[in-house]
């Protein structure tokens, strides 16, 4: 039996892309169930894969929410932080399976998340590639092989102009893993850019800077830099459809896992 995928926020720029590959069998044993967005989505009503550039699906973008979760196997879920985990909560009640993408959560949004996992698997990933969860794997090395070695860590992420939330939630995972590879709390050395008399730089420290502008994907670059050298590990998305695939393999993984909060390690095997 194919799994049974609500996609939430549709008519986005990743629903559209989750959709369009997902119709195109871009990853095998899925079926798209239903397709939601806002109220106020000018494409109410369209057809979803039409809409999402793929052939038809027959499946119209809804604005309701609990109707179209209803019968789902799993919501993937790619709109706001504010919204997020209220989507979450109503697919707990359905016992619907969720992969929320959605980044900028705050730390209570993350921490009201983790609760859903108690009825329900999610799998939160701020990253869906695979290169990209195998460079945190690489910086979370790397920072435990350079710690207390003279190197200091700056993040560097590009994003289009649209993006909301600064800096990404990749960059803040990037920053999670160089933190536990430093066994630093990410909280207390956390700085967001520089502006002014900054003063020198402390050595406990990360810095997050975050580029916009065009139509960059997402770029990310993680510099460790000592005096005499630096190394630089780098991650270039070229296309949406990369974080699509892996969105649709999270899907995939999660129908039928026990209720608990998983990343894209756990579907990656990693
Ligand atoms: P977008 O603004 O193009 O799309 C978001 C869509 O969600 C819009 O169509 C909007 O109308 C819809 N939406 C908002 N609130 C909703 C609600 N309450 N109910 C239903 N639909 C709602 O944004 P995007 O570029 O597609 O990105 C969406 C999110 O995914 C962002 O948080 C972004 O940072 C994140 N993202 C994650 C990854 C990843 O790999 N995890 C990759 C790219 C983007």
Redesign the pocket.
């Known amino acids: 039996m194919p799994v049974k995928v609500c996609m ?8 559209k892309a989750i959709i369009r590959c997902l119709l195109e069998g871009r990853v095998e044993g899925l079926t798209l169930h239903s397709a ?3 109220d ?2 000018p494409a109410l009503g369209a057809d979803a894969g039409l809409h999402a550039g793929a052939p038809e699906a027959g499946v119209p973008i809804t ?1 309701d ?1 609990e109707k179209a979760v209803t019968g789902a196997d799993v919501a993937i879920d ?4 504010t ?1 997020a985990v ?2 979450a909560l109503l697919c707990a009640k359905q016992s619907t399976a969720v992969v929320v ?4 959560m705050t730390g209570d949004e993350e921490g009201n998340l983790e609760n859903v996992t108690k009825a329900i698997p999610v799998i939160l ?5 695979l290169g990209m969860n195998l460079l945190f794997c690489l910086v979370e090395e790397a920072a435990a092989a350079l710690k207390g070695k003279g190197y200091d860590i700056e993040i560097v992420e590009r994003h289009h102009r ?4 600064a800096p ?3 960059a803040l995972g990037l920053g999670k893993a160089a933190a536990r590879g430093m066994q630093w709390d990410l909280n207390r050395v956390a700085v967001h850019g520089r502006e002014g008399i900054a003063g020198e730089r402390p050595v406990e420290q990360i810095a997050f800077h975050a580029v916009r502008g065009g139509d960059f994907v ?1 770029d990310h670059t993680v510099i460790f830099a000592a005096e005499g050298e630096s190394v630089e590990l780098s991650h270039r998305a070229t296309t ?1 459809d990369t ?1 699509a695939v ?2 649709l393999q999270a899907a995939a993984w999660v129908k039928g896992q026990p209720p608990a909060l998983y990343t894209m390690k756990d579907v990656l095997g990693l």
């Open positions: 939430i926020g549709a008519a986005g720029r990743m629903g939601v967005d806002m106020t989505c604005a929410l790619f709109t706001f932080h919204v209220e989507h993408g959605t980044t900028g990933a701020p990253n869906m590639s649209r993006k909301k939330d990404s939630g990749t997402g949406r974080f892996g969105a």
